[in-house]
């Protein structure tokens, strides 16, 4: 799939992302709030919720973290995949007029599994998000690439799939959370 591209459901996006170290207090916040949130509008019969938790973006963005040797650094461990689509509709067929589509995405992985998407302004990074669905191979360069965005800008992980968070540069909770997306 990584060649062709990669086509997600918008629901996808910024599930799991990486934030500056900085950011740390209100994404481990908003994430207690968001599990709270889902215990609390848990649906009657068990499938589904009554109510969602919007995520909130923490204040601390990437600073000075230029696009194009962050780009050269993540190429060491996934090619780039340039084609990138978030839509509520499947493949690559019809067009979702609220669907983003990109043709110079700044996206590196193996395909919809396992990639990482970079979010530039002007040159520099100011989120990075990704997925991780894949065997334990394809985590394990994930995790190359996470150590890679940490050596540039000290960060932090946050999955609100698994509703955890922890920094890249602690060895243990990455072992922890490695094996989970693995597992």
């Not at 995790?143 to 050596?151: G, L, T």
Request: hydrophobic share 40%; charged share 25%; aromatic share 10%.
């Amino acid at each position: 799939m990584a060649g062709r591209g990669i086509h997600i459901h918008e629901d996808d996006c910024g599930m799991r992302s990486l934030h500056p170290i900085s950011a740390w207090e209100q994404v481990r916040s908003d994430l207690d709030k968001a599990v709270q949130s889902s215990q609390e509008n848990r649906a009657p019969d068990g499938f589904g919720w009554t109510g969602i938790h919007i995520i909130r973006k923490p204040d601390s963005v990437y600073e000075n973290l230029p696009l194009a040797s962050l780009a050269t650094g993540l190429e060491q461990s996934f090619p780039r995949i340039r084609r990138f689509a978030a839509t509520a509709t499947a493949g690559f067929g019809g067009h979702d007029p609220l669907g983003v589509y990109e043709d110079d995405a700044w996206c590196f992985g193996l395909g919809e599994g396992c990639f990482i998407k970079l979010e530039p302004e002007d040159g520099l990074v100011r989120s990075i998000w990704f997925e991780a669905r894949a065997g334990r191979a394809q985590i394990a360069k994930l995790r190359e690439a996470m150590v890679i965005i940490d050596h540039a800008a000290p960060s932090l992980v946050v999955d609100y799939w698994l509703d955890c968070a922890g920094a890249v540069s602690d060895a243990d909770f990455m072992r922890r959370y490695c094996d989970a997306l693995a597992g």
